[in-house]
């Protein structure tokens, strides 16, 4: 059973970081591609980022690009998103989620998800 | 803000059939990219409902059903359920941002 468990989520002030993880199991962790999708309280969902199973260079939403890093340890079968710079526009609910194949690309969707982290950006 | 668009609520009483609606543009459903549905019933993560515009992933009931025609695309809801309250999302690629988009989703209403 493909299970995704996502961490580090907590309060925060502006400008200040966090770093997330999300925990996978029940499948071959670096044969997948794998994303974080964010949903602020009360309304939609909001791709994040990206990163193929193997090599390749992740992606990113415009909203996040320079301040947010994902990453991935296929040895420890986790997925990463480090966060700089938070402002009260980054406060969500961060899913994990995985693609259904080891590459990303436009016929790309989001196979299975995990529950979520808070993220709270205030003072 | 959401790239594409659909309507905000839609309702039909037990047994009825209800259709979402999806609205994109050139550079997303209507450059071809695939469409994909997800559920997210209240206070749960989103479930993948339909993929490649009209492909049912295992366990979803075939009342469930997709399609896409130019810039849009639908999702129909059959024999409605009271458990299929919930709140309904489209998914596409978009070239221009190079990026994953999502709609602004739908709350579906079992009266």
Redesign the interface.
């Known amino acids: 059973e493909v299970q995704l468990v996502e961490s580090g989520g907590g309060l925060v002030q502006p400008g200040g970081s966090l770093r997330l993880s999300c925990a996978a199991s029940g499948f071959t962790f670096s044969t997948y591609a794998m994303?974080w999708?964010r949903q602020a309280p009360g309304k939609?969902?909001?791709?994040v980022s990206?990163f193929s199973g193997s090599g390749g260079s992740p992606?990113?939403?415009?909203s996040v690009k320079g301040r947010f890093t994902i990453s991935r340890d296929n040895s420890k079968n986790t997925l990463y998103l480090q966060m700089n710079s938070l402002t009260a526009e980054d406060t969500a609910v961060y899913?994990c989620a995985r693609a259904?194949g080891q590459h990303l690309?436009?016929?790309?969707?989001?196979?299975?998800?995990?529950?979520?982290t808070l993220v709270t950006v205030s003072s | 803000q959401s790239v594409l668009t659909q309507p905000p609520s839609v309702s039909g009483a037990p047994g009825q059939r209800v259709t979402i609606s999806c609205t994109g543009s050139s550079s997303n459903i209507g450059a071809g990219h695939d469409v994909h549905w997800y559920q997210q019933l209240p206070g749960t993560a989103p479930k993948l409902l339909i993929y490649g515009d009209s492909n049912r992933p295992s366990g979803v009931p075939d009342r469930f059903s997709g399609s896409k025609s130019g810039t849009s695309a639908s999702l129909a809801i059959t024999g409605l359920q009271a458990e299929d309250e919930a709140e309904y999302y489209c998914q596409s690629y978009d070239s221009s941002l190079s990026g994953y988009v999502f709609g602004t989703g739908t709350k579906v209403t079992v009266l």
């Open positions: 994303s999708v939609g969902l909001e791709w990206s992606s990113y939403a415009d899913f259904p690309g436009d016929l790309s969707f989001f196979h299975y998800w995990g529950q979520g």
